[in-house]
């Protein structure tokens, strides 16, 4: 069984992204209640360091693609 803490916080670079966009229209709102406000800054924090983690990751493989073009079959 997975629990909350073992799940992906989302299941990719753009979903995460996505939810972030939702999460940042809600906040823009003028009537957004405090409680809902704390709870979506958290999640918007744990969303924006997955994505910085992806990118860490895809920028590692990308180094290491273009890093064996020069090496010969």
Same mark, same amino acid.
């Given at each position: 069984?997975?629990?909350?803490?073992?799940?992906?916080? =989302?299941?990719?670079? @753009?979903?995460?992204?996505?939810?972030?966009?939702?999460?940042?229209? /809600?906040? &823009?709102? %003028?009537?957004?209640?405090?409680?809902?406000?704390?709870?979506?800054?958290?999640?918007? =924090?744990?969303?924006? @360091?997955?994505?910085?983690?992806?990118?860490?990751?895809?920028?590692? /493989?990308? &180094?290491? %693609?273009?890093?064996?073009?020069?090496?010969?079959?």
């Amino acid at each position: 069984m997975t629990t909350p803490e073992s799940a992906p916080v =989302a299941a990719g670079y @753009a979903e995460a992204l996505a939810e972030l966009d939702d999460i940042l229209a /809600q906040l &823009e709102r %003028a009537d957004v209640d405090v409680d809902v406000l704390a709870q979506q800054v958290q999640r918007a =924090a744990t969303l924006i @360091a997955f994505c910085r983690d992806r990118i860490g990751t895809a920028k590692l /493989q990308i &180094e290491e %693609a273009v890093a064996g073009l020069g090496d010969p079959a």
